[in-house]
């Protein structure tokens, strides 16, 4: 989103809700934002009790999530050309065909 306030997290958590088995525990990993500290969310977040906010250390040099984004550089953002935000999107969404091993 052009924003990442608590609006728009609260808006990721509820489609994560939605769209996934709810009798699965949701683990959340989160960097070091405040933004999970919000009334909004920590309300929303009383009412799930199965969605669990993980966080990475503040010292970590390189971590997953770190991995994971270089992994997408590398596979979708890295001399393509996107003349839309839409374009960008669909590309990243074409990444599930790889694994991290590709």
Same mark, same amino acid.
């Given at each position: 989103?052009?924003?990442?306030?608590?609006?728009?997290?609260?808006?990721?958590?509820?489609?994560?809700?939605?769209?996934?088995?709810?009798?699965?525990?949701?683990?959340?990993?989160?960097?070091?934002?405040?933004?999970?500290?919000?009334?909004?969310?920590?309300?929303?977040?009383?009412?799930? !009790?199965?969605?669990?906010?993980?966080?990475?250390?503040?010292?970590? !040099?390189?971590?997953?999530?770190?991995?994971?984004?270089?992994?997408?550089?590398?596979?979708?953002?890295?001399?393509?050309?996107?003349?839309?935000?839409?374009?960008?999107?669909?590309?990243?969404?074409?990444? !599930?065909?790889?694994?991290?091993?590709?």
């Amino acid at each position: 989103t052009k924003r990442h306030g608590a609006k728009e997290f609260l808006d990721l958590l509820q489609q994560i809700e939605r769209g996934n088995d709810p009798n699965l525990a949701v683990h959340v990993i989160l960097d070091n934002s405040s933004i999970h500290v919000k009334e909004d969310i920590q309300k929303w977040l009383s009412k799930h !009790s199965r969605f669990t906010f993980n966080f990475t250390p503040t010292s970590a !040099s390189r971590n997953a999530v770190e991995g994971w984004f270089s992994h997408l550089e590398r596979r979708a953002v890295h001399r393509g050309v996107f003349t839309s935000v839409k374009s960008l999107r669909d590309e990243i969404s074409g990444m !599930s065909r790889f694994t991290m091993t590709n």
